[in-house]
């Protein structure tokens, strides 16, 4: 129910952001396509933590700006890579063991490595992450713990991170 | 305090068309300097790195700035959604381009690239 309430304000809010009118017309067909979207993904079966995750959305939002700082910190690396005069990098390959348990929260994980500039998520076996990184010296595995930590928490909750 | 509101609400109406334009111009900026990070970089890994510069930080720098500049709420919120859309997406579609270049077979270029070498050539 939570989620179907969530997707619900979601789409509502998505409506009224891209339409901005509150014309009966446009209203009723906003009403329309709702409960045509509600209807179909009831039966596609996808109203769960995936499809409406809604629910950790003060969880993420908590984790939202530390990711934008991180990621502001990881593009100055980068560009100052770009720019310098002489190529200075040290590209490397890096196994990781995460702590998220579930699907979401090892998206979030990776989607953050991939995020920020320097490092990107080749793949993801289980819970094991393959990750390539501009710099050895800042992609070693503890560089990662606390995303790892903070994704965990703000996906699984406080009761899955250690 | 209503005064002071008004204040700055008329030096926010003067200040946001120029603020704007200049957070644009980084952004500009922001996308060549990743570009030029592509063609610098020596193989395909490398070059990601220097192509997600484009897609996060002079995506991002753009958008607040086109927010600046927008006549009203709605098109703030279109331009949240453009943001929402880029952020979920834009790791997604890299992900999957190195891993196809991992799947394929394609073997990154490991460790020191540069300066370092550069020396050891200069010593032998």
């Known amino acids: 129910m939570a989620y179907f309430l969530g997707l619900l304000f979601a789409l509502v809010a998505f409506w009224i952001g891209m339409s901005g009118h509150f014309e009966p017309l446009l209203l009723g067909l906003g009403v329309l396509s709702l409960v045509l979207t509600l209807i179909l993904a009831y039966r596609l079966d996808i109203l769960d933590r995936e499809g409406a995750p809604y629910v950790r959305l003060i969880g993420f939002a908590m984790y939202f700006p530390w990711l934008m700082k991180e990621i502001v910190k990881a593009n100055w690396t980068v560009i100052r890579a770009c720019l310098r005069a002489e190529l200075d990098i040290a590209p490397t390959l890096v196994k990781l063991k995460t702590i998220c348990t579930s699907d979401l929260a090892k998206v979030t994980f990776a989607n953050s490595i991939t995020l920020t500039p320097g490092t990107v998520t080749v793949e993801i076996d289980g819970d094991k992450l393959l990750v390539h990184g501009l710099y050895e010296q800042d992609s070693q595995p503890e560089a990662f713990l606390e995303m790892d930590r903070r994704s965990a928490r703000a996906i699984d909750g406080k009761g899955a991170a250690a | ?124």
């Open chain 2, 1 to 124: 305090m209503s005064d002071l509101l008004a204040n700055l609400a008329q030096f926010f109406e003067m200040v946001r068309y120029p603020a704007g334009s200049a957070l644009c111009l980084v952004g500009a900026i922001l996308c060549v300097i990743g570009t030029i990070g592509v063609m610098r970089f020596p193989d395909f890994y490398t070059r990601m790195h220097a192509a997600s510069i484009t897609d996060t930080s002079g995506a991002t720098v753009i958008l607040i700035g086109m927010a600046l500049m927008a006549p009203g709420w709605l098109i703030v919120a279109k331009l949240v959604t453009i943001f929402w859309l880029l952020f979920l997406t834009s790791p997604a579609a890299s992900h999957a381009v190195v891993n196809a270049a991992h799947t394929a077979g394609l073997q990154p270029l490991i460790g020191r690239i540069g300066k370092k070498t550069d020396d050891e050539e200069g010593a032998a």
